[in-house]
Nanobody, 126 residues
Framework: QVQLVESGGGLVQAGGSLRLSCAASGRANAMGWFRQAPGKERVFVAA????????YYADSVKDRFAISRDNAKNTVYLQMNSLKPEDTAVYYCAARETWTSSTSGYYWRTDWYDYWGQGTQVTVSS
C-alpha cells in the first residue's frame, strides 16, 4: 500500500512558476502527475521511472514542466514554469509499484496506476 500526499498548489499569475510535491509512504517504481480541469477528464501531465530516472511528458507541458525525484525523501516533484491559464486544474499524483517492459508504454493511462493522492488546486490567472 502506498499513500500519496500532494502539496504546493496555489494561485499564480500567467508566466509564473509553482512546484508541486508528492510524498509517498512506500516505494513505487512509477510515479506520475495528472490534472483535471472542471468538466473535463483527468489527463496525463508527466511521469518518471523511479529506478532509471527516465521522464515522460505530455506535449502540452513539454519544455515548461519538469518531473524529478528525491530518493532520500521518497518524494516526487513537478516544477511548473511559464504557467498559462489553461494549466488551471486540480493536479493529482499517482503511483504504481512496478514498471515492467511489457507495460512501459502505459504511463499516460489513469487505469495503469494503483494509488492516487487527494489532489492539489493550481489556478493560473491571466
Amino acid at each position: 500500500q502506498v499513500q500519496l500526499v500532494e502539496s504546493g498548489g496555489g494561485l499564480v499569475q500567467a508566466g509564473g512558476s509553482l512546484r508541486l510535491s508528492c510524498a509517498a509512504s512506500g516505494r513505487a517504481n512509477a510515479m506520475g502527475w495528472f490534472r483535471q480541469a472542471p468538466g473535463k477528464e483527468r489527463v496525463f501531465v508527466a511521469a518518471i521511472n523511479w529506478s532509471s530516472g527516465r521522464t515522460y511528458y505530455a506535449d502540452s507541458v513539454k519544455d515548461r514542466f519538469a518531473i524529478s525525484r528525491d530518493n532520500a525523501k521518497n518524494t516526487v516533484y513537478l516544477q511548473m514554469n511559464s504557467l498559462k491559464p489553461e494549466d488551471t486544474a486540480v493536479y493529482y499524483c499517482a503511483a504504481r509499484e512496478t514498471w515492467t517492459s511489457s507495460t512501459s508504454g502505459y504511463y499516460w493511462r489513469t487505469d495503469w496506476y494503483d494509488y492516487w493522492g487527494q489532489g492539489t488546486q493550481v489556478t493560473v490567472s491571466s
